[in-house]
């Protein structure tokens, strides 16, 4: 990996930034309001003996672009949680950093602190710096809201008229529901991604199933902010976890899907599907009407639409995928390789079956398989899809001419 070409590359907008080792190990978990000014510093000028330590070990960077430094603060505390980077340590020295603090009362309060002394709060921190911690928090207050008074008011303060306070010192609120709330907003502070969104789910299905239609909805519009909190710009967390899954050797930004279609004694067709950031791109998609003359081998008509279509990106110097998807197993996922090999591309391809919905890798007997539920093959099965529907969709239009209708 060139990390200068990587440094030079990199977006200056907000994110989170992950660095890795020559064998993939994460190393270090961080985030940025400009991915580019934070992750070229740690290459220039003067550094600690540990983050020297860190640089000399970076092989490979990868990230994710937020809508903001606040969800990338969030983010950032949900990958270490889950990856538990070696270099992600806490801050040892004796600055007075800021904490979160969550009162242990019947309700709640929720403030940024800088304790001196043991308190019997809950304390979530210590944090690098308030200005980023302050807008995190309205973020999570707008989902899940909570009292931060210092001391409780005997009415009801401007918290409570714009939404952002249940009210608890106005009963407007029970115990219950308020606790509720702040168990939510520790699973975010804790770095608990998938537990709340597994929770808030279980949550839901229930209230639909007791027929509680109106409460099921407003759970519904919570989990869909959560699951904002967490997305990155378009499905890019997703597309990490598939570069992972797959040991791709960047993130799949540009994936492309091929797919063959016969019916009876029409012609063979093919298709070509292109995602951008996890997203379909219809404006790129391809048909391709089979030009050989035995229309039922589906290995040849892959390698053919294949050929066709990496040849001409190549003649025309155009952008190629990150990946290759092919409706099949290892008898299409050769054909395509062979063809890169022919062409001299260095792109991973892979294939997916739909008898066991397992995932084929050229020359390897022995397939992948994903966890059903895992979102990773979510999206090789709605790639998968898309190109079979785009196939299916050419096959009609042609039948119907054939057809005169």
Not at 43 to 61: P, Q
Not at 67 to 75: R, V
Not at 269 to 296: C, E, H, P, T
Request: glycine fraction near 4%; include cysteine.
């Amino acid at each position: 990996m060139d990390i200068k070409k990587k440094l030079r590359n990199l977006p200056k907008t907000a994110g989170v930034y992950i660095m890795k080792s020559a064998k993939g190990e994460i190393l270090y978990v961080g985030k940025a309001a400009s991915l580019k000014s934070r992750v070229s510093s740690y290459f220039t000028g003067y550094k600690s003996a540990k983050t020297e330590k860190l640089v000399d070990k970076i092989a490979d960077i990868d990230f994710i672009e937020c809508q903001s430094p606040q969800q990338a603060l969030i983010l950032e505390a949900a990958l270490i949680k889950e990856k538990k980077p070696k270099y992600n340590i806490s801050l040892r020295d004796n600055k007075s950093y800021p904490y979160i603090e969550i009162t242990k009362e019947k309700f709640p309060r929720i403030f940024i602190s800088r304790p001196k002394k043991k308190t019997n709060s809950i304390l979530f921190g210590p944090y690098p710096a308030a200005q980023s911690l302050k807008p995190a928090l309205e973020t999570i207050r707008r989902i899940f809201p909570y009292c931060s008074c210092r001391r409780y008011p005997k009415k009801p303060c401007l918290f409570y008229h714009l939404n952002l306070c249940p009210g608890p010192c106005a009963g407007k609120v029970s115990v219950a529901d308020y606790k509720e709330n702040i168990d939510n907003i520790c699973k975010i502070l804790r770095g608990e991604r998938k537990e709340l969104i597994k929770k808030l789910k279980k949550q839901m299905q229930q209230l639909a199933k007791e027929k509680k239609f109106e409460a099921a909805a407003k759970l519904r519009d919570k989990l869909a902010a959560v699951e904002s909190l967490y997305a990155g710009r378009p499905r890019q967390h997703q597309l990490l976890s598939l570069k992972e899954i797959l040991s791709l050797p960047r993130i799949p930004l540009h994936i492309e899907a091929i797919d063959i279609s016969s019916l009876g004694r029409f012609d063979s067709v093919g298709s070509l599907v292109v995602f951008k950031d996890g997203i379909a791109d219809k404006s790129l998609y391809r048909r391709f009407l089979i030009r050989q003359a035995n229309k039922k081998d589906d290995y040849a008509m892959i390698e053919e639409v294949a050929r066709r279509r990496y040849s001409r990106l190549q003649r025309e110097s155009k952008q190629m995928p990150d990946l290759i998807i092919v409706d099949g197993g290892l008898g299409q996922v050769n054909k395509a390789s062979k063809v890169l090999k022919e062409l001299k591309l260095s792109i991973p391809v892979i294939g997916i079956a739909k008898r066991n919905e397992e995932v084929w890798f050229p020359g390897k007997d022995i397939p992948l398989r994903i966890p059903k539920s895992s979102p990773c093959l979510h999206l090789i099965q709605r790639v998968r899809d898309e190109a079979h529907r785009f196939a299916h969709n050419y096959q009609l239009i042609r039948r119907k001419k054939k057809m005169g209708l």
